[in-house]
């Protein structure tokens, strides 16, 4: 297992906890999408509130280490939206009693950094339209250097033992550092519970399992489709928002995690903070991540993966049969 003590573990671990805590604690007393953003996807108090937080404790634990979070205070600082930055300040001063608006904004934009040889990237809330409608979602926190992320750790409040949806359970939470293995545990708890992730073990590709996106604008449907005809796929698909599927794959409750892009928005880039915690997750638990071509993700391209196209991650045993069915009906 890996030094759970060292500092940036023991940093990540809490801090996922933490904004967990708080996003719970919003959720169980309004979730409204509040803004919209350019992408038209939701963005909520808690996404901002999960943001402050995790920048303030980044201040407070590694003052010179840079943060990439998705979100920035751009649109709270507009007028008429000081109703909105109230209630984000609100929730933050729950745990943080010094907050305000000004501090807030500023604990936010922490995450405004570019990409370094050492940094953090954060999700808020990765599956913000599953926070709103009740589902799955995700809070992802990664340390990436020279490239390659060192440690992942993603807090699913609406998972237990790392994939079965359960909203009133104690949540999951996945700990992954590069070569210490990946572990899951209770997102309520402490660290003694934690049990190793193992990927499933199955190569028949009949038999697997792929993970979906809920949201069909954030993929290709009738690709997939196509995907699962060409392995000659039969089991059930898995069909579930953000990164928790990358937990879920890890946990060996799914084989085959796609994400193709829309006809819609073809040349749509992933984010780093969307696939960064979650694809050390499944390496480290025995699987294997790449693009839709086979290559490598990387992670030194910015804020974006601009060096890839798409994503397949896999239980290691199915990606070459993945990567042909992909070839074969040129996804
Ligand atoms: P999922 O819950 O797996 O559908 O993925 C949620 C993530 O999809 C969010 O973090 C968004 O960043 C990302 N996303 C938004 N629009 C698109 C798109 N057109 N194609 C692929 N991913 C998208
Ligand atoms: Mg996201």
Not at 71 to 77: M, Q
Not at 83 to 110: E, F, M
Request: charged residues 20%; glycine residues 10%; aromatic residues 6%.
């Amino acid at each position: 297992m890996f030094d759970l003590h060292a500092k940036e573990t023991q940093f990540a671990i809490s801090a996922v906890r933490q904004a967990c805590r708080l996003v719970k604690l919003i959720q169980s007393e309004m979730v409204t999408p509040a803004l919209t953003k350019e992408d038209r996807s939701p963005v909520t108090v808690a996404d901002f509130a999960s943001q402050a937080l995790a920048g303030k404790l980044l201040e407070d634990h590694f003052p010179d280490d840079l943060l990439v979070g998705e979100e920035d205070s751009t649109v709270l600082r507009q007028p008429g939206e000081e109703n909105t930055l109230g209630q984000i300040t609100h929730y933050v001063s729950y745990l943080l009693p010094q907050a305000s608006p000004k501090l807030v904004c500023a604990w936010i934009d922490r995450g405004r950094a570019e990409p370094a040889r050492r940094f953090w990237t954060l999700d808020p809330i990765d599956g913000t339209k599953g926070f709103l409608r009740g589902d799955q979602y995700a809070i992802a926190l990664a340390l990436i250097e020279a490239g390659q992320v060192q440690i992942g750790v993603l807090g699913c409040p609406n998972l237990v033992d790392g994939y079965k949806p359960d909203l009133t359970g104690p949540g999951s939470l996945g700990i992954a550092v590069r070569g210490g293995g990946a572990w899951v545990g209770p997102l309520e708890g402490d660290n003694s519970t934690l049990a190793p992730l193992h990927v499933s073990d199955q190569g028949n590709p009949s038999q697997a399992r792929l993970l979906r996106s809920f949201e069909s604008g954030h993929t290709n449907v009738s690709q997939i489709d196509l995907f699962a005809e060409a392995l000659g796929i039969q089991a059930q698909a898995v069909r579930m928002d953000s990164q928790a599927k990358y937990l879920v794959l890890a946990a060996g409750e799914g084989e085959l995690y796609l994400r193709l892009l829309s006809p819609k928005q073809p040349d749509y880039k992933e984010k780093i903070w969307d696939q960064a915690a979650g694809s050390l997750l499944v390496e480290e638990a025995g699987g294997k991540v790449s693009d839709l071509h086979g290559k490598p993700l990387d992670f030194t391209a910015g804020r974006q993966l601009l060096n890839n196209h798409g994503l397949l991650a896999s239980n290691t045993h199915l990606h070459l049969a993945a990567l042909q069915a992909l070839a074969a009906i040129q996804a």
